[in-house]
């Protein structure tokens, strides 16, 4: 029987395939190489975006009562401040001291990562260097079409204030009944948004772009999203800068014998739940022994689940696992996977840290499951997805900066380096250039 054959046995919710690199299987080809845009959705943005574009709150106004169901006008696309205090009273002890600890260790973990302004004297007695200020207007997208995402507000509100943004505007869906969720509010007080609008989807992302009569536009756009979001997104860029192509969510595990199947059984389904569909789990092990059983724990521990509908979905379309036959094998096909998060559980697991080349954050050894970087490790969850983690690198607080190269020559610097402007400037075409320089040496 193929390895394609094995994983379109019926009844098997989940697909376990033998891999050897040489020999390539279609079945981790195809898992593999998947898109991290989906063409209809960008279709159905480039629709929406082009009515905000042209009517403003009158098109948003439009598109979240198609979309979402929700008849809201501009005066009340905003959250005010009132309902932040009503949310502080509405959720209870232990959550407030969760954020609070959360919001601590990501607001350490962001100021050790700013880069501070510097300089170096050039060779004839000038300075070269770089400093960072911050942007002045950002935009953060919060999903929330299956779940309340608080972690999410604090991984890139957070971020943004530590960088010393002075305008944080907020965009997440409203329920049916056009409040947001008591715990995402109070993430947001706490972190530090000065606006948030109740408006999701590629409306909000169109608003927060172009601006609209009620909302002022943002120069850059943070924040996860579906594959609608992604897409919309990708079609504003150059009208504001982006953060990353961040969409639904994926995880890899390389493990070998020594790795706890139930662990590593939670830890696919940790990603599986978000509920978008779209979402991938990949474990890669040279352990037939801890593949089997980790079918068995991901069988038993599903059923458990609150969306175990929406888990075997996810089973059935978006996981695999795969028996490499080395380490090595293994390490090379999770680069090559690029997700978004990657687990090493193995022995001396540091050693293999070394070989990753793709991965949006890395959690090494058995005690660093992935909730850790979704909640409150530090480091933000906002990170490349869609095998894009091969050339972008997950959200930081220099996000939410802008470098400035900085050049101040003497005299004797121009002088030094002249000849070589007029040489550039010559092959070039550019006398201009070399007159710019010139001039300054010509006696007056």
Request: proline share 5%.
């Amino acid at each position: 029987m193929t390895a394609e054959e094995k994983a379109k046995q019926p009844g098997q919710h989940v697909r376990v395939v033998r891999w050897n690199s040489g020999a390539g299987d279609s079945v981790v080809e195809r898992f593999i190489d998947r898109q991290a845009f989906d063409p209809a959705a960008e279709e159905t943005a480039k629709a929406i975006l082009a009515d905000i574009k042209k009517d403003g709150d009158k098109a948003v106004v439009r598109y979240v009562l198609e979309h979402d169901g929700v008849s809201l006008q501009p005066e009340k696309f905003a959250i005010q401040r009132q309902e932040l205090a009503a949310a502080r009273t509405a959720v209870d002890s232990s959550f407030k001291a969760a954020v609070r600890e959360a919001h601590k260790r990501i607001t350490a973990f962001a100021r050790q990562g700013m880069r501070k302004d510097w300089n170096m004297l050039s060779p004839r007695g000038g300075e070269l260097g770089e400093q960072f200020t911050p942007l002045d207007r950002v935009g953060v997208y919060i999903p929330g079409g299956s779940a309340p995402l608080a972690s999410t507000v604090l991984m890139t509100v957070t971020l943004a204030k530590v960088a010393g943004v002075a305008e944080v505007v907020v965009c997440t869906p409203c329920g049916k009944d056009g409040k947001v969720n008591p715990h995402v509010l109070h993430a947001l007080d706490v972190s530090g948004a000065t606006e948030m609008y109740r408006v999701g989807g590629v409306q909000a992302i169109g608003m927060m772009a172009y601006g609209t009569q009620t909302v002022g536009k943002v120069q850059k756009i943070a924040g996860p999203g579906g594959t609608f979001v992604t897409a919309a997104k990708r079609q504003v860029y150059g009208t504001v800068a982006l953060d990353l192509v961040a969409g639904p969510s994926e995880i890899a595990v390389l493990a070998d014998e020594t790795a706890e199947p139930a662990c590593v059984a939670c830890d696919l389904l940790s990603q599986a739940e978000h509920g978008t569909g779209w979402e991938k789990a990949l474990l890669v092990s040279t352990s037939q022994r801890l593949v089997d059983a980790v079918v068995e724990e991901l069988e038993k521990r599903a059923a458990e689940l609150p969306r175990a509908e929406i888990v075997r979905r996810v089973m059935k379309n978006g996981m695999l696992l795969v028996v490499a036959n080395t380490l090595a094998e293994g390490a090379e096909l999770c680069n090559r996977f690029a997700p978004e998060h990657l687990e090493i559980i193995v022995r001396e697991p540091r050693n293999w840290l070394k070989k990753v080349r793709a991965a949006g954050a890395v959690f090494v050894g058995p005690w660093s499951p992935e909730s850790t970087g979704d909640f409150v490790a530090g480091p933000s969850h906002v990170l490349p997805t869609g095998g894009t983690a091969a050339m972008f690198s997950g959200l930081t607080v220099e996000d939410f900066r802008r470098r400035t190269s900085i050049i101040s020559f003497t005299r004797a610097d121009l002088q030094d380096t002249l000849p070589i402007i007029e040489s550039f400037a010559k092959v070039e075409g550019l006398e201009a250039h070399a007159l710019s320089a010139r001039v300054r040496f010509e006696k007056k």
